[in-house]
């Protein structure tokens, strides 16, 4: 009997652990705080480890993320407002509709949701610098901008980004 009740319980450990649904946790700021995990709907291919690389450093800032994999990603950021020139392999969402395009540092972001410029359809990093969140390369990097997207189609630099020397 001890042995299907064990059985049984490590089964559903199994289930739980396995499953696709991502648990948010409140996460505890200056053992006082408790701040609720943003949540990010990213589209991506199923195929792009630099996309999965990502979502880790996303997760490992406060933020929690639903992968999805649309058939056609480019219609999809093409809907959302996305030009083009301010693409790069994966896009977030978040539940307010905030865009974030390509490898956008937590940092920035929460400072991004703490601000929501007036006017902004969110953050956008175009193509795929090395040494941003996801595709770090050993002691390569690239300085690069992360962009400010305005709903008008208009976008500004918000953050440069520089490495630390």
């Known amino acids: 009997m001890k042995l299907k009740y064990m059985l049984l319980v490590v089964s559903l450990l199994i289930l739980v652990a396995c499953s696709d649904k991502e ?4 996460v505890l700021v200056d053992n006082k705080q408790i701040i609720e ?6 589209y991506k291919s199923p195929t792009c480890e630099c996309c999965g690389k990502w ?15 649309p058939l056609n990603l480019a219609q999809l950021k093409s809907d959302k407002g ?16 905030y865009i974030f395009e390509g490898h956008i540092p937590a940092t ?16 956008s990093v ?19 901008d992360v962009l400010l997207l305005m709903k008008d189609g ?12």
């Open 126 to 144: 175009p193509g795929m610098p090395i040494g941003s969140p996801g595709m770090e390369m050993g002691n390569q990097y690239d300085d690069y």
């Open 82 to 97: 996305i030009a083009p020139r301010y693409q790069s392999c994966h896009t977030g969402i978040s539940k307010d509709g």
């Open 23 to 26: 648990v948010e946790l409140p």
């Open 154 to 165: 208009s976008a500004t630099v918000y953050q440069q980004i520089r490495k630390e020397v």
């Open 55 to 69: 979502v880790d450093h996303m997760s490992k800032n406060g933020f929690s993320a639903s992968t999805h994999h």
């Open 108 to 123: 920035v972001i929460k400072r991004f949701l703490d601000e929501k410029p007036k006017g902004a359809l969110g953050l």
């Open 37 to 42: 995990p943003v949540n990010l709907d990213v």
